[in-house]
Every structure is written in C-alpha cells, then in structure tokens.
C-alpha cells in the first residue's frame, strides 16, 4: 500500500542552486506521473528541484499512487521536491506566479502536467540558455498522433539565430507572430529530421512563442515582470505564457531549441473557461489602449 507522501515545505524547497522545474496541475494524475517520470530520468543537470502546485477538485495529483512513487524516485535521485495545493484558483498565471515565488534558482522551467521530456532534454536546454544569455529558450511540444502529417508550407516559418538573440517586440499585427506555426502538430519534428544535425548538436531559432516546455533565466523573468499581471486579468483567462514570454522577448531576447525533447500527452484540456486571452489584456495595457 502507498504511504503518507511528505510534501515539503517552502522554506526548505527555496535555496539558490542551477534550476527548478514549476509544474501547475489540475485533475490530471495519470499525465503527472507521466510527465514526473520524465523528469526523474534526465541526467546532467544534478539537483534540480522540483515545485508542484495541485488545483485539483478533489485529491491532489501528486497523492495518487503513480505520481507519489515519481516523486519518490525524484528524491531518491538527488531532486528536492515541493508538493503543494493552491486554492481557491484564481486563474493560470496566478498559479504560475505562486510556483515562481516558490523558487530562488538561476533558472526555472515552466512545464506543462501534460508533457514528457526525453533523456538529455534539461541538459540541453540548460547548456542553450548559458551559451546564447537571453531570457528564455524552449522546446515546442510534438504532438506524435500527427507524425504523418507534414505541413510543408510552415517550415518556412523556421529561421535560425546566428549568434546570440537579441530583444524583439512582437505582437498579433507583426509577420514575426507567424513563427508560432511552426510548433503546431508535429512541425517542428519534421523540419528537425530534415536537418540531420549530427548526434549532440543543437539550434537556436527565431520565435514568437512557445508552449509547454519553456526555460526562463528567473532573474529576466522577475525583472520583466513575471506573472504579476494576474491581478490584471480575469480568472478565466489562458496565453499568460505567451504574455510573459512576449516581455522577456522585448527586454532579454529568447529563441527556440531544436531538436526539442518534449512530447505533449494530447490528453483533453482541465482548463475550459478561457473567455479572455491574457497576453491581449497585457498587450492593450502595454500600449495604453
């Protein structure tokens, strides 16, 4: 049977080291045991902790049999990890900012319950980040149920950084908001396999936003603003990644790694009342609109 899982608490979760993974989840253990169980197998990047914050219904993730042993597999290996409830919810990027306010590493990665990261993935993301020094880099999730499904009229929108990204304000009226094409369905999976890049290699590439899996530089994020615009925004609302990231963007530059290790469960949404799209309410205040 099971045993009472420890949670852990903030006070000892928040210390200064490399990286923290945030993970907001909501009545999906299957897909946290899942996307924990990825986690548990990366290598490279020793110590990283790990921030949970359940909105469940009823029973937390984290509590459910599966889940509990990942974080017990985590901890084995070396991974603190903070297991904790935020409620009552008061919208997406509020539960982003708790996780945020959780941590005090150099770098943080904000991912989805429903992702799974293949071996080496953090590794390269964290090697990405210091070598390029902009706000963000990140993996665009491939949704493998569309793996014969090749879009060639989106590669185009692929365009590679030469040399260190550099600050970029990008909005819906832009041709640079196109870019976000290229990460629909398995996209980027096949511009990848049309690279060939050899064993080990990596790309940085252009970007207007990217979901799922993304790897901020904390102290850029938190200058940028973070996700303190939730008490802007009303509870039902969704795209506060993309207005976080659209900030960093402006001030700290980011891009796009490929290949990227990330694959989205395709699990139905837990998030159905998005009346109101944040990044439009940050953008009309930006420009005093």
Not at 10 to 34: G, K, Y
Request: hydrophobic letters at 40%; a negative charge; glycine letters at 8%.
């Amino acid at each position: 049977m099971n045993r009472p899982l420890d949670t852990g608490t903030h006070a000892d979760f928040r210390a200064e080291r490399l990286l923290d993974v945030l993970i907001p989840t909501r009545d999906r253990p299957a897909e946290l045991a899942v996307t924990l169980s990825g986690l548990a197998a990366q290598e490279g990047v020793p110590g990283f902790g790990v921030a949970v914050s359940d909105q469940s219904d009823h029973e937390p993730g984290y509590a459910h049999p599966a889940a509990a042993t990942m974080v017990r597999a985590l901890r084995h290996r070396g991974h603190p990890v903070l297991l904790t409830r935020r409620l009552p919810r008061r919208g997406l990027a509020e539960h982003r900012a708790s996780l945020l306010a959780a941590s005090a590493a150099r770098y943080v990665l904000c991912l989805d319950d429903d992702v799974w990261l293949e071996p080496g993935t953090l590794r390269r993301l964290v090697t990405a980040i210091e070598e390029l020094g902009c706000g963000f880099v990140g993996n665009a999730v491939h949704g493998l149920s569309y793996l014969h499904d090749v879009r060639p009229d989106t590669h185009r929108h692929y365009q590679e950084w030469r040399g260190r990204p550099v600050p970029e304000r990008i909005g819906p009226d832009t041709p640079e908001w196109d870019r976000a094409q290229i990460h629909s369905a398995a996209n980027l999976l096949h511009v990848t396999e049309a690279l060939a890049l050899p064993e080990g290699s990596w790309r940085a590439y252009r970007i207007s936003w990217i979901g799922g899996c993304v790897l901020y530089d904390r102290a850029k994020l938190v200058d940028s603003g973070g996700f303190d615009f939730w008490r802007r925004v009303p509870p039902r609302h969704q795209g506060e990644d993309v207005a976080a990231q659209l900030a960093v963007l402006a001030r700290h530059g980011g891009a796009g790694v490929l290949p990227s290790g990330a694959y989205h469960l395709e699990s139905p949404t837990t998030v159905t009342d998005r009346d109101v799209e944040a990044w439009e309410v940050v953008l009309a205040d930006d420009l005093g609109c």
